[in-house]
């Protein structure tokens, strides 16, 4: 039986007529006559009353329509529910992650929780924050890494996703140093004459987000001039040690660069931005080896859902 049998016999019942049903299957009349007696010759049985027009259906056709209806269903269903069954049977985990959090603080995440849970291979789609945001509500991934903070909350709190905070880190000003004295090239002054070169993230960036919302409006004593903007904290953290500005970077990505003199601070601590390291997960997830992560983790916060 093929499928396509089960389409031409609803849009006939619908239509009462072999010539409009065929223009709207874009077939010719006689292939799609040939179509629905193929299906009554399957069946064993005739779905219309071909003596009355439009045409009628039979006891069994009438019969046959929600049993047509709902082996469609059943057959769109079939890609989702077999993806199911073998996610659920995989041990692959699938993450999608912010760029710094994959560069620094996940290779060592999973390192780490290699010696509490026995995984296969990792798939991972590192990205902005928008996009892994996107991913994880279409319920491509298993789960997302990425930094937050509780007074910014993202769609995915409002749609109660469940996540753990798995570490800290913080959002510090700093700059590269001047050759002579090593102090900030580009520090915040209260009052300065000149404003000073900020390197800002994009809109798309969740770390831009965070930024905005805990320093909007404090700045108003501060005299600061964007003068390049980018998605990614990797990259403003080339333009800093580049000297072209200061720009507000993760701790996690540039504790070298602060070990090494490379970078230093371009403002007190209180300029400094306090994150979480969150990992949200799927309301429901299907593969035995997730569900077996999440158990596994060490939380220092773990939310009502989880």
């Not at 239509?15 to 009554?40: K, W, Y």
């Not at 079939?78 to 620094?104: D, G, K, M, V, Y």
């Not at 409006?217 to 964007?226: I, P």
Request: hydrophobic share 45%; with cysteine; net charge neutral.
């Amino acid at each position: 039986m093929n499928p396509t049998w089960l389409e031409d016999f609803l849009v006939l019942t619908k239509s009462g007529n072999f010539s409009r049903a065929a223009q709207e299957r874009h077939v010719t009349q006689p292939a799609f006559s040939r179509r629905i007696r193929a299906l009554e010759e399957w069946l064993g049985v005739e779905l219309f009353d071909r003596t009355h027009q439009p045409l009628g259906l039979t006891p069994t056709g009438l019969w046959f329509v929600s049993v047509a209806q709902r082996v469609l269903v059943d057959i769109e269903q079939l890609p989702a529910q077999a993806q199911a069954i073998s996610q659920a049977h995989s041990n692959t985990l699938r993450f999608a992650s912010t760029h710094a959090l994959s560069f620094t603080f996940l290779p060592k995440w999973l390192r780490a929780m290699e010696s509490r849970i026995t995984f296969g291979g990792v798939e991972l789609v590192s990205d902005v924050f928008q996009r892994c945001e996107s991913i994880m509500q279409q319920g491509k991934t298993h789960f997302l890494l990425t930094h937050a903070h509780a007074l910014v909350p993202s769609t995915l709190d409002a749609l109660d996703f469940p996540y753990i905070t798995i570490g800290t880190e913080a959002l510090i000003p700093v700059s590269a140093p001047d050759f002579e004295n090593k102090k900030p090239l580009f520090s915040l002054i209260a009052n300065a004459q000149a404003p000073v070169p900020l390197l800002a993230y994009s809109a798309g960036s969740g770390l831009g987000r965070i930024v905005r919302a805990m320093k909007e409006g404090a700045s108003t004593n501060y005299a600061v001039d964007t003068v390049f903007t980018a998605d990614l904290a990797t990259v403003l953290k080339t333009m800093v040690i580049e000297r072209r500005g200061f720009a507000w970077l993760p701790t996690g990505l540039i504790e070298d660069e602060l070990d090494s003199g490379r970078l230093v601070h371009a403002a007190d601590a209180s300029w400094n931005i306090e994150l979480e390291v969150r990992l949200y997960r799927q309301p429901v997830i299907q593969s035995a080896t997730a569900n077996a992560l999440w158990q596994a983790i060490p939380a220092t916060k773990k939310t009502l859902q989880g």
